[in-house]
């Protein structure tokens, strides 16, 4: 749970996902965030087909970022020379 001021919510777990050939692939994160740090750095990599951001749970309307959101994001975001660590411990390079 995040305790914010003197209210409580859970913490809500986001996924990227993005078509790769015939398949969809999705990444589970720990936080709206990171998926987004997540899903800029797949720009990078060049995996960027039907690419979306969204929460697990939750209402979708108005939490979900689809290609072109994320696309908006990316250019103004950060380069970074190291990789992004996943939650599995997989890194992004």
């Known amino acids: 749970m995040l305790r914010i001021g003197k209210t409580t919510r859970a913490a809500t777990a986001w996924y990227v996902s993005y078509r790769a050939g015939n398949m969809t692939v999705m990444h589970v994160l720990r936080s709206r ?6 899903a800029c ?4 990599l060049g995996r960027h087909d039907a ?8 209402p979708r309307e108005e939490n979900v970022l ?3 959101a ?3 994001i990316h ?8 990789g992004t660590h996943l939650e599995n411990g ?3 390079r």
């Open 90 to 92: 997989d890194t992004l």
């Open 70 to 72: 994320i696309q908006q």
């Open 41 to 44: 750095r797949f720009f990078d």
């Open 33 to 38: 965030e990171l998926a987004i740090e997540v």
């Open 75 to 82: 250019e103004t975001w950060p380069t970074s020379k190291t």
């Open 66 to 68: 689809d290609h072109s």
């Open 51 to 58: 690419l979306e951001v969204g929460p697990m749970l939750g």
